[in-house]
């Protein structure tokens, strides 16, 4: 697109692969497994739907831009492994995270989980990023840590704590 005489603004938009309905397994890096050619990584966007047979499982750290998991839809991270959302995430109120031990999940960008489900193991993480006001809703975590951000942005969240919460920059 051209802006004025001399600039050029260019964009793109990075790839949305979803996860198929009747997947051959539960392996979140296996690219058989998502819809699309790619396999997820830190520039595809990925959208996991509530009518899958299986849900997917990070078994190996893991990454995508932006991240959707539809009504009914599950994603699972495994003890000690790691999934990071370098984009947006939207979690509706009955999409489901689930964290294993010790497991973390990053959301490096905006979160939109007022009513999300999250199932967490002791010593699981939940790290927000965001930008804007953002507001989570999370029953059952064990750390939530929000980093970064600049005056006046409000991070507000719902919790029944089971740990301490840190507040960083």
Not at 29 to 34: E, L, R
Not at 36 to 42: A, H
Not at 55 to 66: L, N, T
Request: aromatic share 8%.
């Amino acid at each position: 697109r051209i802006d004025a005489p001399g600039m050029i603004t260019f964009g793109f938009t990075y790839p949305t692969i979803e996860w198929k309905i009747n997947p051959d397994n539960d392996v979140y890096t296996t690219k058989a497994n998502w819809e699309g050619k790619y396999s997820p990584s830190s520039t595809t966007n990925i959208k996991v739907h509530g009518t899958a047979v299986h849900h997917p499982v990070v078994r190996a750290d893991g990454h995508c831009y932006d991240m959707t998991i539809d009504e009914g839809g599950i994603l699972e991270v495994e003890a000690g492994k790691t999934l990071t959302v370098h984009g947006n995430a939207t979690i509706p109120s009955t999409g489901k995270l689930i964290l294993g031990q010790n497991a973390k999940i990053y959301f490096m960008r905006d979160v939109e989980a007022n009513e999300a489900i999250v199932e967490a193991e002791p010593g699981s993480e939940v790290r927000i990023s965001g930008t804007a006001n953002q507001s989570v809703k999370l029953d059952s975590c064990y750390s939530i840590v929000f980093e970064g951000g600049s005056a006046g942005r409000k991070n507000t969240f719902t919790k029944t704590l089971v740990t301490d919460v840190k507040v960083l920059g």
